[in-house]
Structures are given as structure tokens and as C-alpha cells.
């Protein structure tokens, strides 16, 4: 062993993981591993490392644009006088949808009892007349219960048959277990109901007929029956048959019977709205049509919220700017809640600006889909894709750096569809996108220069729009694509002496 040096020496592990062909592919994955997250690591510390140029690997870069506003709060509320602001800010803001989030639950959760009084209109025919029979059957058993009064044996062998069906009829679904066992007792009780008033019917026509004191004398005796009759028949042996099928049906979970119960939990074709519920100890999430009114109610929500009171979030950008070395683009203002009416303009302006991007390129992603037909899902995964893009472009376009980045060519979808033949109503298409794309071609080239780092920073903007996550991150986004920006190899000079940008007049 001491003889093994140089080239005949190999580390032991590694011998035995290259033995065998699985050996060898598990050290390869985990190299592979161990790579992937060293790429991811050294994106996301890379601010802290390396501060005026962009991390080397698409992976690294990525992953620098999506932990870069985090490590941009961190510095910015490093500062005891800009945290307290923030907290404040955020914290109030983040009450309010709290608040209405809540009014909203308690509301739907209110109305749960009066879901559960129409389950049965939402019933399928199947499932009602299943419950009608077992309901029949259930009470034509205690009918026969009550005929087999006085024989003890006859008896015996309805009373069984009146818990055997209540339990078929549990576990078979055609009934919820518990209202299978209340069934049950209530038909037990009726058919005794029954039973008294005729004998009550028959004793009043023989006191009719027969003379008074055998009359009396019969009336007694009859009270007596009756009496006997009540103590085995009435209320103990109808809670003894509830009893019985209940216990019998205790390991039929309510929440997996086949009765109603589930049945309303089935998606029903159209527009279904079906608000949680908490049943039997079970939370039922509802429909995802409800999930989606509430985002995105909540989120027209936290729009005006933060509307309203955007000028604590300019103050708060401006703060980070400056503790991260960026010139501040907005101005030293003292903040208010307001609604700035030229900013609610520009804004809805530039909403319908991307729609109409968006919507654009719609007849060009179908002719893409046509020799994809055989993949179902490749509109959704076309169009999403799309539609990140200009999350992208719209992300960069948070600074007014973007807009006076240098154009040195056409966008990438205009080049490639100026090569190949267009006729007709395309061709129409194409010219309009390429002539609306024209009002957003610097923050487009800003993009295509750096594509990786943001389409981080927009994967991090996309998740904290969401309620109530952009009260925290909307401050971060402007500074931290500015931040970015900064770094583009064909910037302007007057960016690169750290002046401010002016501003531009796309109403951005």
C-alpha cells in the first residue's frame, strides 16, 4: 500500500463508485447536485461578494436577480430610522387585508348552514332516489316490527332486520351513517305512533257498541296494553335502534360516505362558486373559482391600498437607493395618503399598453401551436411564456434607467419573424406588434442584454405581488432594477458617472 504513488494511486471512493455502472451515475449526481447548488449559492450571495458586475453562468445570474431586492432590504433596513418606517408602513397596510380577508371569512363561513339546508336541492337524481328507497325500506321493516308484537321470537328477528338495513344503507352510501341511525329510530317511532292511534280507533267503536260497564271494564284493560305496548315499543326502543346502527356504523367516516355529503363537493360544469367549509372536523378547500375571486379580490384590495399610501413606499425606494449607491430617481418628498390622479392615469395607461402587447402576439403563438397539436397543453405553456417576457421588459421598465437605455437592434420576435415569408393578415400583425413594440424598445434591449438576471428579479416581483407580500417587496423592485441596469455593458455614459436619468415621458 505505502508503494501506490502517482498516477497508480486513486482515492478508494472513488474506485468503488465507478465499479458498476449505478455507482458511477450516483457520484454523477451528486456532483451534479453539488454543482447546481453551488451555482445557486454563489448567485444568491453574489451582492454580498461582488459588488459592480454580474455573476458568470445563467444559473448564477439568475438566481442573483431574484436574491437581489432581499439583500437590497437588508442594507436599506439596516438603518434603525428607515426599519421603524418600514414596519409601521407594512404593518399597517398588511392589517387592513388581514381585516377584510377575515370579514370575508367569517362571511362564508356563516353561510354554511344554510348551504347545508339546499344540500338536498343540489342532489343528483341518482343519489335522491337511492336515499328514497333506503328510506322505504327502512320503514317497511318497522312496520314489520310493530306487526310482530307479541310474539317474542317474530319480534327479535324484525328488530334485527330493522339495524341490518339501517347499516347496509350506511355503508352502501345511500345514506350518511348518522342519518341513517336517526331513520332508523324515527320509523320505529312512527309505526308505534300508528299502532296506538288504531287501537285508540278500535277501543272508541267497541265502547260504541257494548254496554257501558263492560265498556269501563274493557277500557282498562286496553289502557293497560297500551302501556305495555308503550314501554317495549316507544321512546327506549327507538333509542336502542339509534344506538345500535350508530355503533355499528362508527368506522363509516361521514366525510367518505357516498351520500349527499360528498356529492356536493363534486365540480359541476360551469361557474361553480363553492365556498370552505369545515364538516365533521373535515376542512373542504371549495372550488378554485372561489380561491380566484378572493386573490383576486384581495388584490384590487391591496392595489388601492397601496395606491393610497404610495408615497411611504417612494420615500422608503429613495432611502434604498441611497444606502445601496444608486442614484435616488424620485424626489425628497414628506409623504401623505393620497390618491395621485396623474400616477392612477399613467398606471392604467400602461396596463392597457401591456394588454395590448400581450394580445398581440396571440395569432403568432396559435400558428406556432399548429404542428403542436399533438401536445395538449402547449398553448397554456406558449402564452405563459409570453407573457413572462414582458413581465420581464415591464420589470426592468421600474427604473428610468430602462427607458433611456441604447437600442442597437429590433426586438428578438420581430427579428425572427422578418425571416420567414409572411402574406396577408399576419403580415398586418406583425408590422402592428413591431410598431407597438416601438414605445418599449429600450427597456426591451436593456432586457435581451441581461435576460437571466431579469427574469429573476421578475419571478421575484411575480410571487410578491401576491396578498399581502407586495406591501414588503414593493418598495425593493425600482432600486434593485436600477441596481441592475447599472451594470449593462452598453449603458450611456452619463449612467456610468452616477447621474440621475431624466425622465422620460412614456408615462412610466
Not at 332508523?184 to 299502532?195: L, N
Request: charged residues 25%; proline residues 7%.
Amino acid at each position: 500500500m505505502a508503494g501506490m504513488k502517482g498516477k497508480d494511486f486513486k482515492p478508494l471512493q472513488e474506485e468503488k463508485d465507478g465499479e458498476t455502472p449505478s455507482g458511477k451515475g450516483s457520484f454523477q449526481g451528486r456532483n451534479f447536485a453539488s454543482e447546481l447548488w453551488g451555482e445557486v449559492r454563489g448567485g444568491a450571495e453574489h451582492f454580498q461578494s461582488t459588488k459592480g458586475q454580474l455573476p458568470q453562468g445563467r444559473v448564477r445570474q439568475f438566481f442573483y436577480g431574484v436574491a437581489l431586492p432581499f439583500h437590497i432590504a437588508r442594507v436599506t433596513l439596516a438603518s434603525p430610522a428607515v426599519r421603524a418606517a418600514y414596519v409601521k408602513v407594512t404593518a399597517l397596510q398588511t392589517a387592513f387585508l388581514l381585516a377584510i380577508a377575515a370579514g370575508w371569512a367569517v362571511h362564508a363561513f356563516d353561510g354554511e348552514q344554510e348551504a347545508q339546508q339546499q344540500e338536498r336541492r343540489r342532489e343528483t337524481p341518482e343519489a335522491r332516489a337511492a336515499r328514497e328507497q333506503a328510506q322505504a325500506r327502512i320503514e317497511q321493516r318497522a312496520k314489520e316490527l310493530e306487526a310482530a308484537k307479541g310474539d317474542p321470537a317474530a319480534m327479535k328477528r324484525a328488530l334485527t332486520a330493522l339495524i341490518e338495513e339501517a347499516v347496509n344503507a350506511g355503508k352502501a352510501g345511500d345514506l350518511p351513517p348518522r342519518e341513517a341511525a336517526t331513520a332508523a329510530g324515527d320509523a320505529a317511532d312512527e309505526s308505534t305512533a300508528a299502532a296506538e292511534e288504531a287501537t285508540e280507533e278500535h277501543e272508541a267503536a267497541a265502547q260504541e257498541a257494548e254496554p257501558r260497564a263492560g265498556s269501563a271494564r274493557s277500557a282498562d284493560a286496553n289502557a293497560s296494553d297500551t302501556e305495555d305496548a308503550e314501554d317495549s315499543l316507544g321512546d327506549p326502543l327507538s333509542a336502542i335502534i339509534r344506538a345500535e346502527v350508530e355503533e355499528a356504523l362508527r368506522d363509516v367516516p361521514e366525510a367518505n360516505a357516498k351520500g349527499p355529503r360528498i356529492q356536493r363537493e363534486r365540480q359541476q360544469e360551469g361557474f361553480n362558486v363553492d365556498a370552505p367549509q369545515v364538516r365533521d372536523g373535515v376542512f373542504l378547500l371549495g372550488s378554485w373559482e372561489f380561491w380566484a375571486l378572493f386573490f383576486g379580490s384581495l388584490s384590487a384590495v391591496q392595489w388601492l391600498v397601496v395606491a393610497l399610501s404610495r408615497d411611504y413606499h417612494t420615500v422608503i425606494s429613495r432611502e434604498a437607493s441611497l444606502a445601496t449607491g444608486v442614484p435616488p430617481e424620485d424626489p425628497e418628498i414628506t409623504p401623505h395618503v393620497r390618491l395621485n390622479v396623474p400616477w392612477l392615469r399613467a398606471k392604467l395607461k400602461r396596463r392597457w399598453r401591456a394588454f395590448l402587447l400581450f394580445m398581440m402576439g396571440m395569432p403568432a403563438i396559435l400558428l406556432l401551436c399548429i404542428p403542436l397539436c399533438w401536445f395538449p397543453k402547449s398553448f397554456t405553456l406558449l402564452s405563459g411564456a409570453w407573457g413572462f417576457w414582458w413581465l420581464l421588459v415591464f420589470t426592468a421598465a421600474k427604473s428610468d434607467r430602462a427607458w433611456v437605455a441604447p437600442v442597437t437592434r429590433p426586438p428578438w420576435f420581430v427579428r425572427g419573424w422578418s425571416r420567414l415569408p409572411t402574406h396577408g393578415s399576419f403580415r398586418w400583425v406583425m408590422s402592428g406588434l413591431a410598431r407597438r413594440s416601438e414605445s418599449v424598445a429600450a427597456p426591451i434591449a436593456a432586457v435581451e442584454r441581461q435576460p437571466w438576471v431579469f427574469a429573476g428579479l421578475a419571478l421575484t416581483r411575480f410571487v410578491g405581488s401576491l396578498p399581502p407580500f407586495r406591501c414588503f417587496t414593493r418598495p425593493f423592485i425600482p432600486v434593485a432594477s436600477a441596481h441592475l441596469l447599472g451594470l449593462d455593458p452598453v449603458q450611456p455614459p452619463a449612467l456610468k458617472s452616477g447621474e440621475a436619468p431624466p425622465a422620460h415621458g412614456a408615462g412610466d
